[in-house]
């Protein structure tokens, strides 16, 4: 197998090449990242020599196609992706240009270049939200932001290509990731990097969302699995049973590091419409692959918290980035600074 991964100089795509490094018959790997604001050549510093790296988007066909044909290219996985709601909401036409147009190229490659398959990595947001039972992969698609919308319509554009020329792919829909490298933008790494600092963190409401929380080691797995054992053009839901209301989880980290309540301000949403309640997903089809998650929630978010603790150098640059305090300041209003 001769891999191209994209976006792998980012959270979930970085995991998943260190998964793959591991496995027998991987020939090779080659790397094309953009390095926009999330994407870190840091990130990729343990297997940096151990692959090879392509600087660019998955938007340019050109760049595309010659990494995969002058590598020898079977197999692709899209990890890139603008990839946050909140961002989403501020602009997005990243969005919709990297996640919808960007898989429309890799599609076009994969079926010109005569790859044994491509994988899409997609999110469960775009089933949106639901008050009880679980999603399965036959659920309807109802994204309720920008950001999972040119999620889905990257995927439907997968379904189009199956169907109307058997492209060679398959989907996964991927539950609430946390772990070791998390670009700190999300709940858990945005949260830790303020609270490492001594700052306040903004809880939406009383915190009573639920998410469906999965390991980054768990997630990179179940792609492997997908990517490996799955059945072209189906989609596969790949989480793991974990469901907390985010409160849980914020007290969860103040107790990791001594502190207490006094650093958690509620604030109001700062959308417009309704925030997402709950979301789950069933995973029995990834699961008959042969797939099991092997991380526990307690456990895998105790060694995230010890990551981040132990790990400043890595997320330092990224908080000072003039970039990140933009993106803070222009979505939660300047008062979000040390004393919140």
């Known amino acids: 197998m001769r891999l191209l991964v994209t976006g792998a100089a980012g959270f979930i795509g970085s995991h998943f090449v260190r998964h793959a490094l591991a496995q027998p018959g991987v020939e090779s790997i080659v790397v094309l990242d953009a390095l926009r604001y999330s994407g870190n050549l840091s990130t990729m510093s343990d297997f940096r020599d151990q692959v090879i790296f392509v600087h660019g988007e998955i938007q340019d066909a050109d760049l595309v196609g010659k990494a995969l044909r002058d590598h020898g290219t079977t197999h692709l996985v899209n990890f890139a992706a603008e990839s946050h709601n909140d961002r989403s909401l501020l602009s997005n036409s990243h969005f919709v240009q990297t996640n919808t147009f960007g898989v429309q190229v890799l599609l076009d490659e994969t079926r010109k270049n005569g790859l044994e398959r491509m994988l899409q990595v997609s999110t469960d947001e775009v089933y949106g939200s639901i008050d009880d039972g679980e999603f399965t992969e036959e659920s309807p698609l109802q994204p309720n932001t920008p950001y999972s919308a040119s999620k889905a319509g990257g995927e439907l554009l997968c379904r189009a290509h199956w169907v109307s020329f058997r492209t060679p792919v398959v989907v996964t829909r991927g539950g609430n990731t946390y772990g070791a490298f998390h670009y700190p933008e999300k709940l858990i790494p945005f949260f830790l990097v303020r609270l490492l600092q001594g700052k306040k963190v903004p809880l939406y409401g009383e915190g009573s969302q639920v998410r469906e929380w999965i390991n980054v080691r768990d997630h990179a797995a179940g792609v492997w699995a997908v990517l490996t054992k799955g059945e072209n053009g189906q989609v596969y839901n790949v989480g793991d049973t974990n469901e907390r209301p985010n409160r849980e989880v914020v ?23 309704a925030h997402d309640t709950r979301y789950s997903m069933a995973t029995s089809k990834v699961r008959s692959l042969g797939w099991e998650p092997q991380v526990p929630f307690d456990e895998g978010l105790r060694q995230t918290v010890h990551w981040f603790r132990d790990n400043e150098a890595w997320w330092r640059p990224i908080v000072e980035d003039a970039d990140y305090k933009s993106f803070v300041e222009g979505f939660y209003g300047p008062s979000l600074g040390d004393d919140l």
Do not use: H, Q, T, W
Request: with cysteine.
């Open 251 to 273: 007290s969860f980290l103040l107790a990791e590091l001594g502190l207490d309540d006094s650093l958690v301000k509620c604030i109001p949403d700062p959308r417009k419409g």
